[in-house]
């Protein structure tokens, strides 16, 4: 964790024993232990057991601790005989403590009343500070503090095993620091401590950043590095940056790159921080660039330019920091991104389904939804989208049916008629905030030619949603309309290997909900059941959208009890995939079997169209 201090702040370390305090069994100036100690918080004390801010009561009691029952005992036992003092005694406050040489170790001490410790911690440096004990004898806490706010702690260690480790930040200027070790409960215990020094990483300024290769072919270039051992030497002034994400607070690390001739495209920065959230920004043409190209959390795809100099910066989310992997590659730019270079598409009206994989995130933002309903305006204003073309012939009058699946991003897909020309969508379906799949259905003319574009959430210029999807395009016939039976023992067979129908939840009655065989989701409406038989060994992939407006429906393949059984599920999809979603399970019992397939609307909204595709994969 990093912060930055003014010149001339101090840290304290320090160990605690008990002591009778009139209002309760924390010393004064630590008020129960918070992290708000006198009454200011610093948000940057990351608690290692438990949070310090818990112990805010006067009593002592840590309602974040495992044991939150139990009070702070230390003032209780304050006529417990301690083990004896130890040679840094009395330094029992911070005004008292001991001055120790740091890096190093100290032996043969005593946490009976509060220890407090100090040193100076030298610039640019980071800083771990570690007590061994055994919590059998005394459970012991450890705070960390600058020497300048002694009633603030900026890190603390609170649990009820062995052992508590703190950690600070690094400084531009040399910081004198205290540490604190205060019993919390039980009697004395015997405790060693350790502090240690590591050295920032060598670019953690801009004009020092580490030379990356990104290869035109594609190939990922990877580079692993540790925010929490450098310093905050640049704050994002980007909006996106500056207040979504709050880099400016933060230690960060620099990545350069130059772009080969020959690319004229995208490159796409991931970042893995596992248990932190991270932030990456990207400055164009220097360490003297004002503002930022572009900003986000994880994924970040920006423009680049032939034979130019970019930086990455691996910034933090308000105080966050840690080890990361950092990943780039470059993505040539889409062919189908404007609307002159749509990619055709030929859709059969035999109602098979076509299905096309692409990604916006190597595209341009080159058309703005204009229908104000569906979300089109709001949905669709910035991001960057792909355009797809399809020319219906002679025979192509009918039922067009679209779904669009974005796992993971907010998109829109619309359509306009006969020309790029065209100033209003003919009709538009966004999702905010949801994972569902998109479908809606439209009617099509014959000889004649539609666009459909896939777009991204983006309300400003800076926020703009943009990932992987897949498109299906088909003819909807309502004779190939199969509703599925009632119960389990009239459930309609599925007879081909590869197929899709279309049913719908408007009749029949509420018989199983998902809860009721041990599947995840909960449903309450009418059921429809199928029937999909698998050899030995084969693999089964099973798709359900359900309606574009928010209403509810779930899949689940249960083995073919019936009447089902609690321990029926085989697979689900999850609660939040009310508006459609995936399944897929192997036959594994060494015997063709039947599975039921299940369709279960929300109980609120019965009597909802779907379409159910499936593949069967394997020997």
């Known amino acids: 964790m990093k912060a930055l201090l003014l010149a001339g702040s101090t840290l304290l370390l320090l160990a605690a024993c008990p002591i009778d305090h009139a209002g309760g069994g924390l010393p004064p100036g630590d008020a129960g232990g918070s992290s708000a100690d006198s009454g200011g918080g610093d948000a940057s004390a990351v608690d290692r057991g438990a949070t310090d801010s818990a112990r805010a009561d006067a009593a002592g009691t840590d309602s974040a601790r495992p044991d939150s029952a139990r009070p702070d005992t230390s003032a209780a036992d304050a006529g417990a005989a301690c083990l004896g003092d130890d040679s840094y005694e009395e330094n029992d406050s911070a005004t008292q403590a001991a001055v120790v040489t740091a890096p190093g170790s100290l032996a043969d001490l005593i946490g009976c009343d509060d220890d407090w410790y100090a040193f100076t911690l030298p610039a640019g440096r980071t800083l771990t500070v570690t007590i061994r004990f055994s919590d059998a004898l005394a459970d012991l806490d450890l705070y960390l503090y600058t020497a300048a706010a002694p009633g603030t702690s900026i890190d603390s260690s609170l649990s009820t095993s062995d052992d508590e480790s703190v950690a600070g930040p690094g400084y531009t200027v040399d910081t004198p620091m205290l540490v604190r070790v205060h019993r919390f409960s039980g009697g004395s215990a015997p405790y060693s401590m350790e502090i240690n020094y590591a050295e920032p990483q060598a670019h953690d300024t801009c004009a020092a950043a580490e030379q990356l290769s990104v290869p035109l072919g594609g190939q990922a270039t990877t580079a692993s590095g540790d925010t929490s051992l450098a310093t905050d030497t640049r704050n994002a002034t980007l909006d996106s940056c500056q207040g979504r994400y709050a880099g400016d607070i933060s230690p960060e690390l620099f990545y350069t790159f130059t772009t080969s001739a020959s690319m004229d495209g995208y490159v796409l920065a991931e970042l893995d921080t596992a248990a932190w959230r991270g932030v990456i920004y990207v400055l164009e043409g220097g360490c003297q660039a004002s503002a930022e190209l572009a900003c986000g959390e994880e994924d970040v795809a920006f423009p680049v330019l032939p034979s130019t100099a970019y930086h990455v910066v691996v910034d933090a989310y308000d105080y966050d920091a840690g080890a990361f992997d950092l990943t780039l590659r470059y993505v040539p730019p889409a062919t189908n991104d404007t609307c002159e270079t749509a990619q055709p598409v030929s859709v059969p009206t035999s109602g098979a389904v076509v299905e096309l994989s692409g990604t916006t995130v190597a595209s341009s933002h080159t058309r703005s939804a204009e229908e104000s309903s569906e979300w089109c305006q709001a949905v669709a204003r910035y991001a960057p989208e792909l355009f797809y073309r399809v020319d219906t012939g002679a025979g192509g009058e009918g039922t067009l049916q679209v779904s669009l699946d974005t796992p993971g991003w907010e998109a829109a897909v619309y359509l306009f008629e006969e020309s790029c020309a065209a100033s209003v969508e003919a009709l538009c379906v966004g999702e905010y905030y949801r994972d569902d799949p998109l479908w809606f259905r439209h009617g099509v003319a014959a000889n004649s030619t539609y666009y459909l574009v896939v777009d991204g959430y983006g309300d400003t210029c800076c926020d703009a949603a943009a990932g992987a999807f897949t498109l299906s395009l088909g003819y909807y016939h309502p004779e ?25 939840t408007a009749s029949g009655a509420d018989d199983l909900a998902p809860e009721d065989v041990g599947c995840s989701g909960w449903a309450g409406g009418y059921d429809k059941f199928y029937r999909l038989n698998l050899a030995a060994g084969q693999t089964a992939t099973v798709r359900m959208t359900h309606g574009d407006a928010g209403n509810g429906a779930h899949l689940y393949a249960l083995r073919p009890d019936c009447p089902v059984r609690a321990d029926s599920c085989v697979a689900a999809t999850s609660f939040d995939e009310q508006q ?8 594994t019992s060494g015997a063709s079997a039947d599975y039921l397939i299940v369709v279960d609307a929300d109980s609120y909204y019965e009597g909802e169209e779907y379409d159910l595709y499936w593949e069967i994969s394997g020997p």
């Open 480 to 504: 190939h309309l199969l509703e599925g039976g009632e119960t389990c023992d009239v459930a309609v067979a599925l007879s081909a290997n590869v197929g899709g129908v279309h049913g719908s």
């Open 580 to 587: 459609g979603g995936e399944i897929t399970f192997q036959n």
